[in-house]
């Protein structure tokens, strides 16, 4: 019998779980789902970009972001403006709503982090992030 918790990919997966059930259950509210959290988050950041950048910095493709940013305009969390530099291009920015709600729901980032911290030593904690990242980044050059 094969044991799945000694799988990388299993224990990730259990991790992942928790963090969506996490961000759902607080999200619910507002009609975002994680994934648009997670954009929300990096438009926040810096919106003003291209679907291209903004794919880039939550590591989505084309299609997914296109139908992520199709609900959170529905949802009039997003809205996408032409590109002068690029006429075969959009910019996305977040709405006035979007920024209202911002105060509210960026925190939960925090208190999922600072769950995830509790009971390592910063030690610990430097070096899972550094082994996560690079487990991301060879992930990615190998997809």
Request: aromatic share 8%.
């Amino acid at each position: 019998m094969i044991d799945q918790s000694s799988h990388i990919c299993f224990n990730i997966g259990r991790v992942m779980r928790r963090v969506y059930e996490h961000y759902e259950s607080r999200l619910a509210p507002y009609s975002l789902t994680t994934p648009q959290y997670m954009v929300f988050m990096a438009l926040y950041a810096s919106d003003g970009i291209t679907i291209g950048e903004l794919g880039q910095r939550v590591a989505l493709d084309g299609s997914t972001i296109t139908g992520i940013l199709d609900r959170m305009e529905k949802n009039g969390y997003v809205e996408r403006r032409p590109n002068a530099e690029d006429r075969r291009s959009a910019l996305v920015f977040l709405t006035d709503k979007a920024r209202q709600i911002a105060p509210q729901i960026i925190p939960f980032a925090d208190e999922l982090d600072a769950s995830i911290r509790e009971g390592h030593t910063p030690e610990e904690m430097a070096v899972f992030e550094r082994v996560l990242r690079e487990l991301a980044e060879t992930y990615h050059q190998k997809a």
